[in-house]
């Protein structure tokens, strides 16, 4: 399955941003798809992550009650919705795409999209 992020920017603190991850390829709701975010010299960190029927969610705790995952299957996207942004949301975002046990998890995810670029101002 291929992954095309986008709709990242730049933005003021305080702002939002809407993600998406469009899939081809293979049957899109057979996978699970998570965001990954990654700020220079840092390692790549879990930030949302779905799973294939949309039922189940997990966040990492420093986006919890800000962001929200969501999914289409009917339009093979899933999205990112990012409210009340700061600084340290600084970062490239990346869609991931695997059949995971654990969604937090880096090495679970076969696909990966190319990353989209989100800056917060202060």
């Known amino acids: 399955v291929q992954l095309q992020a986008s709709g990242g920017g730049l933005v003021q603190a305080g702002g939002s941003l809407r993600l998406s991850c469009a899939a081809s390829g293979r049957a899109f709701n057979n996978y699970d798809i998570g965001w990954f975010r990654q700020a220079p010299e840092k390692e790549r960190e879990f930030v949302a992550g779905?799973?294939?029927?949309?039922?189940?969610?997990d966040y990492a705790d420093s986006v919890k009650g800000r962001f929200t995952i969501s999914r289409d299957n009917a339009k093979n996207t899933v999205y990112l919705q990012m409210n009340n942004l700061k600084p340290e949301d600084t970062a490239v975002y990346y869609c991931?795409?695997?059949?995971?046990?654990?969604?937090?998890?880096?090495?679970?995810?076969?696909?990966w999209g190319q990353g989209t670029q989100v800056t917060v101002s202060s």
């Open positions: 991931a795409a695997g059949r995971v046990r654990y969604m937090n998890r880096v090495e679970w995810y076969d696909y």
């Open positions: 779905i799973s294939r029927s949309g039922i189940s969610t």
